[in-house]
Structure formats: structure tokens, C-alpha cells
């Protein structure tokens, strides 16, 4: 029988999901890695840890068929073209270092936006990989000599583990360097943010093949939040998916069609390339979700997760409390680097559990916001959702009432490792099944609109209150 590996590299931590051809599966490896906050707005990993817990995962994981790899996304670094070395650590997809140099190209966010999609934001890499060029010495000796490779973390991973460093049009997508039309580097994107071209990897489809790791063919490489929209079983056009994870990301298939005229604040994005053909997405992510939850943890604000899961009183929105996780800016569908994160409305009675039960309700409230933008182009009735956060149960009722969605918790957790799971099948002509429901939501009648609307008030007084970059 078949066994598929799924490496699952996160933003906090590195996981492996074994698959057999019937759909069992099971995490065979998870570790998580440091966190390196090594300024305001900087947030950075090591990529020897990265890659040191990847290859702990293979090790654990043992014979398998085929190996899918999905990745973090917008996080790049600089390495070594020769021996693979990195000359940088990563620097992850929350870092916002590079707001006023990203800012300082204002003058070209029209083109920029038409070519790649994208809007002009720190969240995408080539602002990052312009600022190694600009302040990382060995980076820029690495150029001098001609042995630089820019990228993000899976060309990294795939030139160590393979020996050949390659990126896929899912993740190539995200840097704001690939015209979106095209799916291939963009000359004027490049010279536009002084990433020089030649130094970033060949793109190839999500599926096919991407060499071996100890004979083992790897055949699948893929954005996390893809990943999982094909392991939500999204194959329609409309079909959507939340995860929550460290961020929450919602996508929304929209099939073969690309959609750039959107007015609503979502992106463009490719869902995947399968035998020749490229499917696409909208997408919507908040910046701060497992990162919010986290965050509460160290400051004592919360204890366990599970705390989460129910509360006595009301909805504190419904109450006139609200939190706005914008701890890393705002990002769908507002596009606001310089929000801060807020509560707003605590008095004198307000207890620890109400700003709990405000926190969560912030993070799904962030996420109502995407799903109201996606319903402008068009409706939305269903969400499937995934993630460590979903696992709070008030958090999925207190979506569906606010959406008015039906809210669909599959049966499998891991659903972005098993998304790449099935498309590192896919590559060898084999179908693994999508996971059916464990639990459907339906919405209760509430004042959506109200919460909506006290929200936004909300929204806007955390915007504009970081007026520049911190040095």
C-alpha cells in the first residue's frame, strides 16, 4: 500500500503527517522552534532549526511513497547558490521591518499591483529580500561573488534536502515578484524592489517533480493555506475555507478564472497547477490569531486555550467590549501596517474572562470581515475551517452566527498536511479522499450587522497609531 509524508513546516512549528492510500493518517513528528524577536517589528527563525527539524521528521517518518512539502509562505532568507549555506536568518511573514522602504515605493503601487496582484504591504518578500540586499554584508558579498539565492524557506529546504532549489507558483505568488497572469518572475517587479532576478529560484507547478530526498521522490511543494483549501476538499468555485493558525487565512475558490478587478481588499492568489492546469483564489488574512492567543498567554492573561471554549456571559461585543488583534498591523481587508492591537470598552467591572471571551471574539470577528468582502463577489453559505484556534468552540458558534454560515469542522485535524498529502498522491495518479465532517454549526439568529458595525468602530481607532517604523 501507498504511504504519502506530508512535511508540514509552520510558523511555530515543523510537523509530519503519514497518509496511507486508504486516507489513515497520523502525525508521526511535531516540533516547535524559537522565535527570534530581534527588534520592534522584527520577528525572525533560524533556518538550520527549520531544516534541523525537518530532517528529524524524515528520519521519524521512515519508508514512504512520495513526499509533499508545504511552507510558510511569504517567510524568505538568503543562502549560498553553491553549498547551501544561509546567509540570513528567516524572516518571517509577520515581520514589518520594511514598512518605510516598502512605503517609499508608493509612487509605483498601481503597476506593482496589476503585475503581481498584490498590494504594496511588508507582509510579501520582496520587500524582505530588498532589505538583505540593502543591510546583510555576507549577502551582499554572496552577489559580488555570484553564489547569492534569494527565495523563501521552501527553495531553501528543497536545495538542502535535494539538492536543487526550486520554488512553486502557489509560493511564488505570494512574494510580489511573480506576475500573476503569468506565472513566471517579473522583470519590472524585480527591478522595481532591486531583488535581482537571476538570484531567485526556477518555479515550477505545485505538482510534479522536485527531485528526491534519499531516494524518495518528493513531488508536491505548496503554501500552507493551499494546502489546506485542497485538503478542505475545495475543488468548486465559491468553496471556502478558514485556517487558524498562528494568522487566520480565508481562501475562496475561483477555479480557472484569475480575478485582479477586486475592490473588496482580498488578493488574488494561485491555488495550485496540477497536470497543466492552474487553478485560482481569493484570498483574506488576518495577521494575528494563534499569534493573538499566544501573546495572551505570556502576559498571563490567559492560561490555557481551552478557556476559550465557553463563557457565562453574552458576547462581549454585544456587551460594548472589543479587542482588535492587529499585533502585527491589519491586514485583509483593510491593508493598515500601522494598526495597533486594542481593547476598547473595559470599565471598571470588566474581568480577566471578558477580555478572554473579547479576544476570541476579536480573532472571529477579524475573520467575519474577510468572509462579509468574499460575499460581495459572491455568496458565501459554508465555511470549512481548520487550525489549533478552531478548536475553540465558541469561537466556530460565534463565527456562524456572525456570517450567518454554516461553519463545517472536518474530522481531520491536520488539514494543511493533508492536503499535501494528497497532492504528492496526485503526482503519482493516486486520490486520497477528503476527510468528512466531525461536527456542522449552523448559525444562531443574532444582530450581525450590529456586532459588525461596533467592530469597525473599533477597527478604526486602532488604525494610524503606529505613524512610522520603530527603529
Known amino acids: 500500500m501507498s504511504i504519502f509524508l506530508a512535511l508540514d513546516q509552520g510558523t511555530t512549528s515543523t510537523r509530519a503527517l503519514r497518509v ?189 517533480d522536485f527531485g528526491g530526498i534519499d531516494g524518495t521522490p518528493l513531488t508536491a511543494s505548496v503554501v500552507d493555506q493551499q494546502a489546506a483549501l485542497y485538503g478542505h476538499g475545495c475543488r468548486v468555485a465559491g468553496d471556502t475555507k478558514i485556517t487558524f493558525g498562528t494568522g487566520a487565512f480565508a481562501l475562496s475558490l475561483t477555479g480557472p478564472h484569475l480575478r485582479l478587478d477586486g475592490q473588496n481588499g482580498l488578493l488574488p492568489t494561485v491555488a495550485w497547477s496540477i497536470g497543466g492546469e492552474t487553478s485560482y483564489a481569493t484570498d483574506g488574512g488576518v495577521h494575528a490569531a494563534g499569534a493573538a492567543i499566544n501573546w495572551a498567554q505570556r502576559i498571563g492573561l490567559l492560561n490555557n486555550p481551552s478557556e476559550l471554549n465557553a463563557f457565562e456571559a453574552g458576547p462581549a461585543i454585544d456587551r460594548g467590549l472589543a479587542f482588535v488583534p492587529a499585533l502585527a498591523g491589519l491586514g485583509s481587508p483593510h491593508w493598515d501596517d500601522s494598526a495597533a492591537g486594542l481593547f476598547i470598552g473595559m470599565t471598571g ?58 461553519v463545517v469542522i472536518p474530522s481531520v485535524d491536520e488539514l494543511t498536511a493533508y492536503g499535501t498529502a494528497q497532492l504528492a498522491a496526485c503526482a503519482l495518479g493516486e486520490t486520497l479522499s477528503t476527510p468528512a465532517p466531525s461536527q456542522i454549526i449552523e448559525p444562531n439568529p443574532c444582530d450581525a450587522p450590529a456586532r459588525l458595525s461596533r467592530f469597525s468602530q473599533a477597527v478604526d481607532r486602532a488604525k494610524g497609531w503606529h505613524l512610522g517604523p520603530v527603529s
Open 20 to 208: 496511507t492510500a486508504d486516507g489513515d493518517a497520523s502525525i508521526v513528528f511535531s516540533a516547535t522552534h524559537k522565535q527570534h524577536f530581534s527588534g520592534t517589528d522584527r520577528v525572525e527563525h533560524d533556518p538550520e532549526e527549520l531544516l534541523a527539524n525537518l530532517c528529524a521528521a524524515l528520519s521519524a517518518a521512515g519508508e514512504a511513497t512520495a513526499i509533499g512539502l508545504s511552507n510558510q509562505g511569504e517567510s524568505c532568507l538568503a543562502w549560498d547558490a553553491i553549498d547551501g549555506r544561509p546567509l540570513s536568518p528567516v524572516i518571517v511573514w509577520q515581520d514589518r521591518r520594511t514598512a518605510a522602504q516598502v512605503a517609499a515605493l508608493s509612487h509605483a503601487e498601481t503597476e506593482i499591483k496589476a503585475l503581481s496582484g498584490l498590494p504594496l504591504s511588508p507582509y510579501f518578500s520582496a520587500g524582505k529580500l530588498a532589505w538583505l540586499l540593502e543591510n546583510n554584508d555576507e549577502v551582499k558579498a554572496a552577489r559580488r561573488a555570484g553564489r547569492l539565492m534569494l527565495g523563501t524557506t521552501d527553495a531553501f529546504f528543497l536545495q538542502r534536502l535535494t539538492g536543487r532549489a526550486a520554488t512553486d507558483i502557489t509560493t511564488a505568488s505570494r512574494t510580489a515578484l511573480m506576475n500573476i497572469a503569468t506565472g513566471q518572475w517579473d522583470s519590472t517587479l524585480c527591478q522595481l524592489f532591486g531583488v535581482p532576478i537571476e538570484c531567485l529560484p526556477p518555479i515550477l507547478p505545485t505538482v510534479g
Open 349 to 406: 467591572a470588566t474581568t480577566r474572562q471578558d477580555m478572554q471571551q473579547a479576544l476570541i471574539e476579536g480573532i472571529a470577528l477579524r475573520a467575519s470581515e474577510i468572509v462579509a468582502a468574499m460575499a460581495s463577489d459572491a455568496p458565501v453559505t459554508r465555511i470549512s475551517v481548520d487550525g489549533g484556534v478552531s478548536r475553540s468552540r465558541y469561537l466556530c458558534q460565534f463565527l456562524a452566527d456572525t456570517t450567518g454560515c454554516t
